[in-house]
């Protein structure tokens, strides 16, 4: 049986309440005058849950604006994130990715918001909790999915793949697979399990984009005022939710199953963007990475 996560109470609380912090930011992104993605329902997620409902959706409710290190800088990255995330997906499925999985998928909207081609399915794995309680809210606004939409409750420390095939999944068929803000909370040997499984089930053709930390950072990174101010001001301790293992390098394991992998900063992203995350001293985003992978051959090297 995997291990206990901190405080796994759907979105009121431990990892869950992670997912309403990005739809805050994401609410507040929407409403920038250079925003990089727009997400009208985010703001109604914030509102609904009784955790989250007094954060702020708009910058100007935010008193020191884009000075403060929770929702000016870390927001502006995962704004960034969903951005080139969205556009991965994009990529993928016009490359001939006939199905989408977004693993610990949260909050994203991306099965309303998205422009997908037709004939796709977008499967959506997180508690059972959090899905409740994104059914709920985006029934309340009338959301209506862009694409076939099936959301699957499971604990991505365990087996997820017979739920995912008993959905409808097609193991036989190229597929975009996204662990956005996910392996970080997840033990080593969870993240290591998940990555050989996405292998298993993936068709050449195939693609993977995922967000990791490199490794457990040094005590003056942890002093980061990111950190504290996120504790301070919406009671994410983020420090205490990552999992304090030696991360695995997960984007090597995927090289030696034969993926074509690349690494990138998000740094690089601001840059391609124009807007983003600049580099800051003892910065607790230096050690983020996203890594993109692509599986170029049928063989499941395991
Ligand atoms: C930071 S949120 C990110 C959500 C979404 N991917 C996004 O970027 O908006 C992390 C999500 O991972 C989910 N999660 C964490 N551990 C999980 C687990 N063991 N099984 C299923 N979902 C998990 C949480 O419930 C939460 O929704």
Redesign the pocket.
Known sequence: M?HA?HG?T??SGG??L??L???AA?AIETHRHDTLVRDVYAEHFVRAAPASSGWPVRMREVADGDANPLWGRLGRY?GL??RV?DDFLLRSVRAGARQVV???????TRAFRLDWPPGRVVFE???AD?LAFKHEVLSSVGAVSRVARTPIA?????D?ADALVGAGFDAATPTAW?????L???PSA?EQRLIQTVNRVSAAGSALAFEVKLDRESPAVRANPVYSSTKRQIGVDLLALFDGEARPDSAGDLSRLGWATAVHTPFHFTRRYGCGPQPEQNDALASNRWVFATKTSQQQHE
């Open positions: 995997a996560q796994d759907g979105v990892v869950g992670t997912a912090m990005v739809a994401r995962f994130r969903t995330l977004l693993l610990g998928a949260g909050l994203d794995i997180d508690r959090v499971a604990d991505l420390r365990a997820w996204l662990a956005e803000g996910l970080l909370y997840l969870a």
